[in-house]
């Protein structure tokens, strides 16, 4: 293989992928995880973290944008966000591309992963960490979530949390979500990553049990990001009052598309309505 040292990660017993590495850029084991960043021969700037791929220059507008546009459009605009996790600035990047959003609030445990992301992936925030409206928290999420002021906040949650392993693990759980449904305004929105469903089916359908018992709203869409092991990435929505499926036409996505100027590469007001159609295999999967 092409490149100075191979990067391999294997999340399947028996199934695993290897970068090419042309130079490392950082590598450090942080106080809660093992953190790599290295040049690759095919992907651009890679992000590891605990041996998992969490995002590549080549691909991330496929998930970032994914996680946020479609919230956005479909509410016509939010005012204030929280990010789960996150710590590289790109979904952060793609919520305040709308000039609307007055905060966000960017919430990951591990302030190392935000300070190399700052000073090693600019091509991934695109400056995003200047922008005053962004507030960086390198606190746990799980508390941030249980203060007083975060209680009916936020018009969208992202979470953007990596595999249930570690220290994301109690990201995952009823009492994570049930913090998160008291921060969230009556019409907000949040999204989680919910993995690859054909290859981790029990995670998708637990996360959809678990947002079922709590939410009267919930309901999954797709993006598709090649460096993602399988590819197709399940991303699961909930709201205690927005059906965000049903919140908006292909004609009003259009209209706030072309208003909001905002340039993407991957979403779009068609791309929007086509990520709601799950495939049987998936549809078999919802508890």
Do not use: C
């Not at 935000?114 to 962004?134: A, C, M, T, W």
């Not at 606190?139 to 209680?151: M, N, Q, S, Y």
């Amino acid at each position: 293989m092409t490149g100075t040292r191979t990067v391999s990660e294997t999340l399947y017993d028996g199934y695993a992928q290897q970068f090419g590495a042309t130079a490392v850029v950082a590598e450090e084991k942080t106080a809660f995880q093992d953190l790599l960043i290295f040049d690759s021969v095919m992907h651009g700037r890679v992000l590891v973290l605990d041996g998992i791929i969490q995002l590549t220059e080549l691909d991330e507008f496929t998930y970032s944008e994914m996680l946020a546009q479609p919230a956005i459009f479909a509410l016509d605009g939010i005012e204030h966000a929280m990010i789960v996790g996150g710590g590289d600035g790109a979904v952060a990047e793609e919520i305040l591309k709308h000039s609307g959003v007055k905060s966000v609030d960017l919430v990951d445990i591990d302030g190392r992963v935000i300070e190399l992301s700052k000073q090693h992936l600019p091509k991934v925030h695109n400056g995003v960490f200047d922008d005053p409206r962004l507030n960086v928290h390198a606190v746990d999420a799980f508390d941030f979530l249980a203060a007083p002021e975060a209680k009916g906040r936020y018009d969208l949650i992202i979470a953007d949390r990596p595999d249930p392993v570690g220290p994301a693990e109690i990201l995952f759980g009823e009492t994570f979500y049930g913090r998160l449904k008291d921060a969230m305004t009556d019409r907000g929105v949040a999204v989680f990553q919910t993995g690859v469903p054909i290859y981790q089916p029990q995670e998708f359908t637990d996360t959809l049990t678990l947002l079922g018992g709590l939410f009267p709203n919930i309901g999954t869409y797709l993006t598709v990001t090649p460096t993602y092991i399988g590819g197709q990435m399940a991303l699961t929505w909930a709201s205690k009052a927005t059906d965000l499926e049903a919140a908006a036409g292909v004609e009003d996505l259009s209209r706030r598309f072309a208003d909001a100027k905002v340039r993407t590469k991957y979403y779009s007001p068609s791309v929007h309505m086509a990520a709601f159609a799950l495939p049987p295999f998936m549809e078999d999967l919802i508890p």
